[in-house]
Protein backbone atom coordinates (compact mmCIF):
# COMPACT_ATOMS: atom_id res chain seq x y z
CA UNK A 1 0.00 0.00 0.00
CA UNK A 2 1.65 3.45 -0.92
CA UNK A 3 1.67 6.11 1.92
CA UNK A 4 -0.48 9.38 1.65
CA UNK A 5 -0.76 12.03 3.52
CA UNK A 6 -3.48 14.61 3.83
CA UNK A 7 -2.18 18.64 4.11
CA UNK A 8 -4.26 21.04 5.55
CA UNK A 9 -2.36 24.08 5.06
CA UNK A 10 -2.97 27.88 5.70
CA UNK A 11 0.65 29.15 4.89
CA UNK A 12 1.88 28.26 1.00
CA UNK A 13 5.32 27.44 2.25
CA UNK A 14 7.82 24.92 0.38
CA UNK A 15 8.23 22.01 2.21
CA UNK A 16 11.27 18.79 2.03
CA UNK A 17 8.42 16.11 2.31
CA UNK A 18 9.95 12.43 2.99
CA UNK A 19 7.26 9.80 1.61
CA UNK A 20 6.37 8.32 5.34
CA UNK A 21 6.39 4.28 6.17
CA UNK A 22 3.12 1.84 5.34
CA UNK A 23 1.09 2.24 8.76
CA UNK A 24 0.65 -1.25 8.10
CA UNK A 25 3.96 -2.14 9.36
CA UNK A 26 3.56 -0.41 12.27
CA UNK A 27 -0.12 -2.20 12.86
CA UNK A 28 2.07 -5.64 12.00
CA UNK A 29 4.75 -4.92 14.82
CA UNK A 30 1.75 -5.45 17.20
CA UNK A 31 -0.49 -7.95 15.65
CA UNK A 32 -0.07 -10.53 18.58
CA UNK A 33 -0.81 -7.87 21.63
CA UNK A 34 -3.12 -8.84 24.16
CA UNK A 35 -6.42 -7.14 23.99
CA UNK A 36 -8.89 -6.24 26.37
CA UNK A 37 -12.22 -6.36 25.05
CA UNK A 38 -14.66 -3.26 26.03
CA UNK A 39 -18.07 -2.18 25.41
CA UNK A 40 -19.22 -2.60 21.70
CA UNK A 41 -16.21 -5.70 20.69
CA UNK A 42 -14.28 -2.26 21.11
CA UNK A 43 -10.49 -3.50 22.56
CA UNK A 44 -6.81 -1.64 23.88
CA UNK A 45 -3.39 -3.38 23.49
CA UNK A 46 -2.09 -3.76 26.91
CA UNK A 47 1.34 -2.88 26.02
CA UNK A 48 2.59 -1.72 22.71
CA UNK A 49 6.28 0.06 21.90
CA UNK A 50 6.86 3.20 22.77
CA UNK A 51 7.37 4.47 19.45
CA UNK A 52 6.09 3.63 15.87
CA UNK A 53 7.59 4.22 12.76
CA UNK A 54 6.02 4.98 9.16
CA UNK A 55 7.27 2.75 6.31
CA UNK A 56 11.25 4.26 5.35
CA UNK A 57 10.58 3.19 1.28
CA UNK A 58 10.10 5.93 -1.30
CA UNK A 59 6.51 5.77 -1.69
CA UNK A 60 3.54 7.68 -3.52
CA UNK A 61 3.07 10.58 -1.17
CA UNK A 62 -0.24 13.38 -1.54
CA UNK A 63 -0.38 16.34 0.67
CA UNK A 64 -4.30 16.95 0.62
CA UNK A 65 -7.45 18.61 0.77
CA UNK A 66 -10.07 20.94 0.34
CA UNK A 67 -11.23 24.58 -0.79
CA UNK A 68 -8.83 25.51 -2.75
CA UNK A 69 -6.71 22.41 -4.36
CA UNK A 70 -3.42 22.32 -6.47
CA UNK A 71 -1.87 19.34 -7.63
CA UNK A 72 1.45 18.05 -8.83
CA UNK A 73 3.67 15.30 -9.60
CA UNK A 74 7.06 14.33 -9.47
CA UNK A 75 8.57 11.72 -11.28
CA UNK A 76 9.46 8.47 -9.76
CA UNK A 77 12.42 5.59 -9.99
CA UNK A 78 11.46 2.87 -12.67
CA UNK A 79 8.89 0.56 -10.74
CA UNK A 80 7.74 3.25 -8.46
CA UNK A 81 4.60 5.63 -8.90
CA UNK A 82 4.89 9.53 -9.37
CA UNK A 83 4.22 11.73 -6.11
CA UNK A 84 1.57 13.12 -6.12
CA UNK A 85 0.47 17.10 -4.14
CA UNK A 86 -2.44 18.13 -2.90
CA UNK A 87 -3.15 21.17 -0.96
CA UNK A 88 -5.63 21.76 1.15
CA UNK A 89 -6.43 25.39 2.08
CA UNK A 90 -9.20 26.01 4.94
CA UNK A 91 -10.96 29.48 4.03
CA UNK A 92 -12.52 29.95 7.58
CA UNK A 93 -12.39 29.35 10.96
CA UNK A 94 -13.67 25.63 11.64
CA UNK A 95 -13.12 25.03 7.94
CA UNK A 96 -11.02 22.50 9.07
CA UNK A 97 -13.21 21.07 11.06
CA UNK A 98 -15.50 20.46 8.43
CA UNK A 99 -13.31 19.07 6.06
CA UNK A 100 -11.87 16.37 8.37
CA UNK A 101 -15.45 15.28 8.97
CA UNK A 102 -16.13 14.71 5.67
CA UNK A 103 -12.83 13.39 3.99
CA UNK A 104 -12.72 9.63 3.08
CA UNK A 105 -9.99 8.85 5.87
CA UNK A 106 -9.14 5.66 4.44
CA UNK A 107 -7.42 7.58 1.31
CA UNK A 108 -4.45 8.80 3.81
CA UNK A 109 -1.82 7.32 6.36
CA UNK A 110 -0.86 10.55 7.76
CA UNK A 111 -2.72 13.95 7.42
CA UNK A 112 -0.22 17.01 8.15
CA UNK A 113 -1.77 20.41 9.62
CA UNK A 114 0.45 23.48 8.67
CA UNK A 115 -0.72 26.07 10.86
CA UNK A 116 -1.10 27.42 14.76
CA UNK A 117 -2.36 25.69 17.18
CA UNK A 118 -5.89 26.20 16.43
CA UNK A 119 -6.10 24.14 13.50
CA UNK A 120 -4.69 21.29 15.21
CA UNK A 121 -7.88 21.50 18.01
CA UNK A 122 -10.37 21.88 14.80
CA UNK A 123 -8.77 18.79 13.04
CA UNK A 124 -8.88 16.56 16.58
CA UNK A 125 -12.44 17.66 17.55
CA UNK A 126 -13.81 17.36 13.46
CA UNK A 127 -12.02 13.55 13.94
CA UNK A 128 -14.25 12.69 17.33
CA UNK A 129 -17.51 14.19 15.72
CA UNK A 130 -17.52 11.50 13.02
CA UNK A 131 -19.56 8.30 13.74
CA UNK A 132 -16.21 6.30 12.76
CA UNK A 133 -14.46 8.54 15.86
CA UNK A 134 -12.68 5.00 17.50
CA UNK A 135 -11.20 4.87 13.80
CA UNK A 136 -10.75 8.18 12.67
CA UNK A 137 -8.93 9.73 15.61
CA UNK A 138 -6.26 6.62 15.05
CA UNK A 139 -4.94 8.60 12.34
CA UNK A 140 -1.73 9.72 12.59
CA UNK A 141 -0.75 13.64 12.78
CA UNK A 142 2.26 15.89 12.15
CA UNK A 143 1.92 19.54 13.19
CA UNK A 144 4.05 22.23 10.60
CA UNK A 145 4.38 25.53 12.62
CA UNK A 146 2.64 28.61 10.68
CA UNK A 147 0.68 30.36 13.18
CA UNK A 148 1.55 32.58 16.01
CA UNK A 149 1.88 30.66 19.27
CA UNK A 150 2.48 27.15 17.98
CA UNK A 151 2.83 25.55 21.11
CA UNK A 152 2.23 22.04 20.10
CA UNK A 153 4.79 22.03 17.56
CA UNK A 154 7.45 23.67 20.11
CA UNK A 155 6.51 21.14 22.58
CA UNK A 156 7.28 18.32 19.72
CA UNK A 157 10.32 20.22 18.70
CA UNK A 158 11.74 20.11 23.02
CA UNK A 159 10.72 16.44 23.26
CA UNK A 160 12.24 15.73 20.19
CA UNK A 161 15.80 16.96 21.50
CA UNK A 162 16.10 19.90 19.60
CA UNK A 163 16.80 23.39 21.13
CA UNK A 164 14.37 25.84 21.76
CA UNK A 165 13.42 27.62 18.16
CA UNK A 166 10.90 29.98 16.47
CA UNK A 167 9.91 30.65 13.49
CA UNK A 168 12.29 29.47 10.79
CA UNK A 169 14.33 27.45 13.14
CA UNK A 170 11.45 25.63 14.17
CA UNK A 171 9.39 24.97 11.28
CA UNK A 172 12.63 23.36 9.88
CA UNK A 173 13.06 21.06 12.95
CA UNK A 174 9.43 19.99 12.87
CA UNK A 175 9.70 18.66 8.67
CA UNK A 176 12.97 17.11 9.85
CA UNK A 177 10.96 15.05 11.92
CA UNK A 178 8.26 14.24 9.45
CA UNK A 179 11.31 13.01 7.44
CA UNK A 180 12.24 10.90 10.18
CA UNK A 181 9.22 9.31 10.09
CA UNK A 182 8.52 8.27 13.78
CA UNK A 183 5.47 8.73 15.79
CA UNK A 184 4.84 9.14 19.14
CA UNK A 185 1.11 8.71 21.53
CA UNK A 186 -0.10 11.82 23.00
CA UNK A 187 -2.44 12.53 25.50
CA UNK A 188 -6.28 14.29 25.19
CA UNK A 189 -7.96 16.44 27.08
CA UNK A 190 -11.94 15.48 27.23
CA UNK A 191 -13.81 18.85 28.23
CA UNK A 192 -17.74 19.55 29.48
CA UNK A 193 -19.41 22.60 30.04
CA UNK A 194 -21.88 23.28 31.97
CA UNK A 195 -24.02 23.99 28.41
CA UNK A 196 -23.90 20.91 27.72
CA UNK A 197 -21.00 21.19 25.27
CA UNK A 198 -18.35 18.47 24.89
CA UNK A 199 -15.29 19.45 22.86
CA UNK A 200 -11.48 17.71 23.27
CA UNK A 201 -8.18 19.45 23.97
CA UNK A 202 -4.88 19.37 22.67
CA UNK A 203 -3.14 22.11 24.20
CA UNK A 204 -4.38 23.73 27.08
CA UNK A 205 -7.08 25.57 29.05
CA UNK A 206 -6.33 28.99 30.02
CA UNK A 207 -8.84 31.29 32.51
CA UNK A 208 -8.14 34.83 33.54
CA UNK A 209 -4.72 36.85 32.75
CA UNK A 210 -3.20 34.44 29.43
CA UNK A 211 -6.87 34.00 28.46
CA UNK A 212 -7.39 37.88 28.27
CA UNK A 213 -3.85 37.91 26.61
CA UNK A 214 -4.60 35.52 24.04
CA UNK A 215 -7.68 37.08 22.58
CA UNK A 216 -6.67 40.42 22.98
CA UNK A 217 -3.71 40.41 21.28
CA UNK A 218 -5.40 38.86 17.95
CA UNK A 219 -5.77 42.66 16.65
CA UNK A 220 -1.64 42.18 17.07
CA UNK A 221 -1.71 38.45 14.88
CA UNK A 222 0.35 39.99 12.09
CA UNK A 223 3.34 41.12 14.67
CA UNK A 224 3.62 37.38 14.97
CA UNK A 225 4.43 35.81 18.37
CA UNK A 226 5.71 39.89 19.56
CA UNK A 227 1.78 39.63 19.64
CA UNK A 228 1.62 38.16 22.90
CA UNK A 229 5.13 40.19 24.56
CA UNK A 230 3.00 43.11 23.98
CA UNK A 231 -0.38 41.79 25.11
CA UNK A 232 1.01 40.93 28.19
CA UNK A 233 2.47 44.56 29.25
CA UNK A 234 -0.99 45.54 27.88
CA UNK A 235 -2.93 43.25 30.21
CA UNK A 236 -0.23 44.10 33.35
CA UNK A 237 -1.07 47.96 33.11
CA UNK A 238 -4.55 47.14 33.78
CA UNK A 239 -4.32 43.50 35.73
CA UNK A 240 -7.67 41.75 36.78
CA UNK A 241 -8.50 39.54 39.42
CA UNK A 242 -11.24 36.66 38.49
CA UNK A 243 -13.45 35.09 41.35
CA UNK A 244 -14.04 31.22 41.50
CA UNK A 245 -13.43 27.85 42.65
CA UNK A 246 -11.22 24.97 41.65
CA UNK A 247 -10.91 21.38 42.44
CA UNK A 248 -8.87 18.60 40.61
CA UNK A 249 -7.92 15.04 41.07
CA UNK A 250 -4.30 15.08 41.52
CA UNK A 251 -2.00 12.75 39.61
CA UNK A 252 -1.61 10.25 42.54
CA UNK A 253 -5.11 9.61 43.60
CA UNK A 254 -6.89 9.27 40.26
CA UNK A 255 -6.51 5.58 40.68
CA UNK A 256 -7.62 5.60 44.19
CA UNK A 257 -11.59 5.72 43.25
CA UNK A 258 -13.97 6.04 40.51
CA UNK A 259 -16.65 8.03 41.01
CA UNK A 260 -20.28 6.51 41.99
CA UNK A 261 -22.08 8.24 38.76
CA UNK A 262 -19.98 8.48 35.84
CA UNK A 263 -21.01 11.47 33.00
CA UNK A 264 -21.66 9.04 30.10
CA UNK A 265 -21.67 10.23 26.80
CA UNK A 266 -23.50 9.17 23.35
CA UNK A 267 -20.10 9.36 21.69
CA UNK A 268 -16.06 9.26 22.42
CA UNK A 269 -13.99 8.00 25.30
CA UNK A 270 -16.26 7.73 28.62
CA UNK A 271 -14.87 9.97 31.27
CA UNK A 272 -14.41 7.85 34.24
CA UNK A 273 -13.32 10.58 36.78
CA UNK A 274 -15.98 12.99 36.31
CA UNK A 275 -19.11 13.38 38.11
CA UNK A 276 -21.91 15.79 36.10
CA UNK A 277 -21.32 19.74 37.18
CA UNK A 278 -24.60 20.17 38.63
CA UNK A 279 -23.00 17.67 41.62
CA UNK A 280 -20.11 18.22 44.18
CA UNK A 281 -16.75 16.74 42.91
CA UNK A 282 -16.22 12.99 44.49
CA UNK A 283 -14.44 13.29 47.83
CA UNK A 284 -11.19 11.99 46.90
CA UNK A 285 -10.49 15.32 45.23
CA UNK A 286 -8.73 18.25 46.26
CA UNK A 287 -10.89 21.25 46.22
CA UNK A 288 -9.16 25.04 46.42
CA UNK A 289 -11.06 27.15 48.45
CA UNK A 290 -13.17 29.88 46.41
CA UNK A 291 -11.41 32.75 46.13
CA UNK A 292 -10.10 35.19 43.49
CA UNK A 293 -7.31 33.96 40.75
CA UNK A 294 -5.11 35.67 38.12
CA UNK A 295 -5.36 32.86 35.94
CA UNK A 296 -5.73 29.18 35.73
CA UNK A 297 -3.96 27.06 33.41
CA UNK A 298 -4.42 23.74 32.51
CA UNK A 299 -2.00 22.05 30.01
CA UNK A 300 -0.41 18.94 28.33
CA UNK A 301 2.47 19.83 27.20
CA UNK A 302 5.81 21.65 28.01
CA UNK A 303 4.87 24.79 25.71
CA UNK A 304 2.41 27.76 25.87
CA UNK A 305 4.33 28.90 22.55
CA UNK A 306 7.21 28.61 20.82
CA UNK A 307 9.18 31.16 23.18
CA UNK A 308 7.09 30.49 26.66
CA UNK A 309 8.66 27.11 27.92
CA UNK A 310 5.31 26.79 30.62
CA UNK A 311 6.00 23.65 32.01
CA UNK A 312 9.77 22.71 32.51
CA UNK A 313 9.31 19.68 34.56
CA UNK A 314 8.85 17.98 31.39
CA UNK A 315 6.42 15.73 29.37
CA UNK A 316 3.37 14.52 31.20
CA UNK A 317 2.91 11.09 32.80
CA UNK A 318 0.63 8.92 30.49
CA UNK A 319 -2.86 10.43 31.72
CA UNK A 320 -2.06 12.97 33.40
CA UNK A 321 -1.61 16.74 32.64
CA UNK A 322 0.04 20.30 34.08
CA UNK A 323 -2.55 22.58 36.58
CA UNK A 324 -1.08 25.97 37.59
CA UNK A 325 -3.01 28.73 39.00
CA UNK A 326 -1.85 32.15 40.11
CA UNK A 327 -3.87 33.59 42.98
CA UNK A 328 -4.90 36.99 43.87
CA UNK A 329 -2.72 39.32 45.99
CA UNK A 330 0.78 38.98 43.36
CA UNK A 331 1.99 41.92 41.94
CA UNK A 332 2.67 43.46 38.48
CA UNK A 333 6.28 43.12 39.11
CA UNK A 334 6.25 39.88 40.20
CA UNK A 335 4.04 38.96 37.27
CA UNK A 336 6.34 40.13 34.89
CA UNK A 337 9.13 38.22 36.41
CA UNK A 338 7.26 35.39 35.67
CA UNK A 339 7.01 36.07 32.11
CA UNK A 340 9.83 36.85 31.41
CA UNK A 341 11.67 34.13 33.22
CA UNK A 342 9.15 31.71 31.57
CA UNK A 343 11.15 32.11 27.66
CA UNK A 344 13.84 30.03 29.30
CA UNK A 345 11.71 27.42 31.56
CA UNK A 346 12.81 29.58 34.95
CA UNK A 347 9.48 31.00 36.33
CA UNK A 348 9.08 27.78 39.00
CA UNK A 349 12.54 29.37 40.67
CA UNK A 350 11.08 32.65 41.11
CA UNK A 351 9.90 31.25 44.58
CA UNK A 352 6.90 33.11 43.89
CA UNK A 353 3.84 32.01 46.68
CA UNK A 354 0.79 32.55 44.93
CA UNK A 355 2.54 30.48 42.16
CA UNK A 356 0.82 26.69 42.04
CA UNK A 357 1.92 23.89 39.81
CA UNK A 358 -0.24 20.45 40.13
CA UNK A 359 0.41 17.48 38.41
CA UNK A 360 -3.40 16.55 38.00
CA UNK A 361 -5.45 13.97 36.06
CA UNK A 362 -9.25 15.64 35.92
CA UNK A 363 -10.26 19.07 37.14
CA UNK A 364 -13.20 21.38 37.58
CA UNK A 365 -13.56 25.12 37.11
CA UNK A 366 -16.32 27.28 38.11
CA UNK A 367 -16.26 30.98 37.64
CA UNK A 368 -18.10 32.90 39.20
CA UNK A 369 -20.89 35.48 38.18
CA UNK A 370 -19.14 34.66 33.92
CA UNK A 371 -15.73 36.21 35.48
CA UNK A 372 -12.98 36.42 32.56
CA UNK A 373 -12.78 34.31 29.54
CA UNK A 374 -12.01 30.57 28.27
CA UNK A 375 -9.39 29.51 25.52
CA UNK A 376 -8.93 26.17 24.69
CA UNK A 377 -5.78 25.67 22.31
CA UNK A 378 -6.06 29.22 21.84
CA UNK A 379 -9.85 29.41 20.68
CA UNK A 380 -12.69 31.30 22.60
CA UNK A 381 -14.83 29.46 24.87
CA UNK A 382 -17.90 31.04 26.54
CA UNK A 383 -17.15 31.61 30.57
CA UNK A 384 -18.84 28.86 31.89
CA UNK A 385 -18.40 25.73 34.26
CA UNK A 386 -16.26 23.49 32.56
CA UNK A 387 -14.45 20.25 33.73
CA UNK A 388 -12.18 18.09 32.09
CA UNK A 389 -10.39 14.90 32.44
CA UNK A 390 -6.93 13.50 30.64
CA UNK A 391 -7.65 10.20 28.21
CA UNK A 392 -3.93 8.90 27.88
CA UNK A 393 -2.01 7.99 24.75
CA UNK A 394 -5.02 8.32 22.71
CA UNK A 395 -3.65 9.75 19.43
CA UNK A 396 -0.40 9.62 17.39
CA UNK A 397 1.80 12.78 16.38
CA UNK A 398 4.89 12.45 14.82
CA UNK A 399 7.70 12.93 16.98
CA UNK A 400 11.05 11.94 17.91
CA UNK A 401 10.33 12.37 21.62
CA UNK A 402 13.24 10.98 23.42
CA UNK A 403 11.85 10.92 26.88
CA UNK A 404 12.23 7.28 28.37
CA UNK A 405 9.22 5.69 28.43
CA UNK A 406 9.31 5.37 32.14
CA UNK A 407 8.29 8.66 32.45
CA UNK A 408 5.41 8.92 30.48
CA UNK A 409 3.48 5.69 31.22
CA UNK A 410 2.78 2.61 28.95
CA UNK A 411 1.84 4.07 25.43
CA UNK A 412 -1.33 2.66 23.86
CA UNK A 413 -1.69 1.59 20.43
CA UNK A 414 -4.71 3.41 18.92
CA UNK A 415 -6.34 0.97 16.59
CA UNK A 416 -9.47 -0.75 18.29
CA UNK A 417 -9.30 1.56 21.13
CA UNK A 418 -11.30 0.40 24.71
CA UNK A 419 -13.27 3.61 25.70
CA UNK A 420 -11.56 5.24 29.22
Not at 61 to 86: F, I, M, N, Y
Request: charged share 20%; aromatic share 6%; glycine share 8%.
Amino acid sequence: MSAQVLGLLLNRIPLPWAAPRDLAAVRNDTAGAPTALARGGEGEPHSRPRDARLDSSDKELKAGAAATRSTATVPGTPGQRERGVEVMDPERRNHARELVRQEELDHWDLLVIMSGDGVVHEVVNGLMERPDWQTAIQKPLCSLPGGSANALAASVNHYSGYEQGTNEELLTNCTQLLCRRLLTPMNLLSLHTASGLRLFSVLSLAWGFIADVDLESEKYRALGEVRFTLGTFLRLASLRTYHGRLAYLPAGAAAAKMPAVPILDQSGPVNTHLVPLDRPVPAHWTVVPEQDFVLVLVLLHTHLGSDMFAAPMGRCAAGTMHLFYVLAGVSRAMLLRLFMAMEKGKHMECDCPYLVHVPVAAFRLEPRNGAGVFTVDGELMASEAVQGQVHPDYYWMVSGCTEPASRQGPPQMPPSREPL
